[in-house]
């Protein structure tokens, strides 16, 4: 009943979602998809669409997967599982334009994914803004415990989510090298198809692309629904995102 509710809701959202597009929807979510599951490139799916009869220029697949991909992660956020009130925070490293930047990601520890963001320093503010972003997003509840690693500007940040009460009172901070192993592996998981990219020319690109791998883990990890959670149940909630009956029918 409630995820019939959602779903007439992102129908209705979704109506102006493709409008001004050459191909249809169904092909382009395809297409997204396929990008964000798979180590594929642009021009790996021009190729598999003109086998199947469509002659689709990798440009094109570009600009649908710097549109749709963030649309996903956005959609799929409501599906996500609460946490189990223990969660790991840590940064990871990308390169944009030659530069590093720093993702944060957070998982529990049952390595259920809780949040993520890209930013251009690592500091005590961009800590900051993303403790903001994690304990601000319904419906995940506030931590009782936190394990991060020895950066120094994780204990002023803890203190200051729980004076602003995001968080609540003496939440436990840990910093231990084992119980950090479990994300530090869970980065590999985002960053593997990131080869297939070649380098992010631009912090906004690289924030829409990370997005959309983000979102795909998501997906992949599932959400807690009766049943065998098979690719074609995962292909079946894209489609909802979107108000279609189908993705996959290439």
């Not at 109506?15 to 382009?28: M, P, S, T, Y």
């Not at 931590?143 to 020895?150: E, N, S, V, W």
């Not at 009460?165 to 840990?174: A, E």
């Amino acid at each position: 009943m409630i995820l019939n509710a959602i779903a007439e809701r992102l129908k209705r959202k979704s109506k102006n979602d493709f409008k001004g597009r050459q191909f249809e929807a169904w092909l382009i979510i395809q297409a997204v998809s396929w990008y964000l599951r798979y180590p594929l490139s642009y021009r790996d799916l021009e190729e598999m669409f003109l086998e199947r009869g469509f002659a689709v220029d990798h440009c094109s697949i570009n600009r649908w997967f710097l549109a749709y991909a963030p649309l996903i992660e956005k959609r799929l956020r409501r599906f996500r599982k609460p946490h189990c009130g223990s969660i790991r925070v840590d940064e990871t490293y990308i390169k944009v334009r030659g530069a590093w930047k720093y993702l944060y990601r957070t998982i529990d520890k049952h390595g259920n994914p809780v949040d993520f963001l890209l930013t251009a320093k690592r500091d005590i503010d961009a800590a900051k803004r993303f403790f903001n972003k994690i304990l601000k997003d319904e419906p995940l509840l506030s931590p009782g415990k936190i394990g991060t690693d020895g950066a120094n500007t994780f204990p002023s940040t803890i203190k200051t989510a729980v004076d602003d009460g995001l968080l609540r009172p003496n939440p436990v901070h840990y910093v231990t090298k084992h119980l950090q192993q479990r994300i530090e592996s869970d980065h590999f998981r985002v960053k593997k198809n990131m080869s297939k990219v070649g380098g992010f020319q631009s912090f906004n690109t690289a924030r829409r692309t990370i997005a959309g791998f983000e979102a795909m883990l998501w997906l992949k990890k599932g959400f807690d629904f009766p049943g065998t959670w098979t690719v074609n149940k995962q292909n079946d909630l894209i489609a909802l995102l979107f108000g279609l009956q189908k993705v996959n029918k290439a």
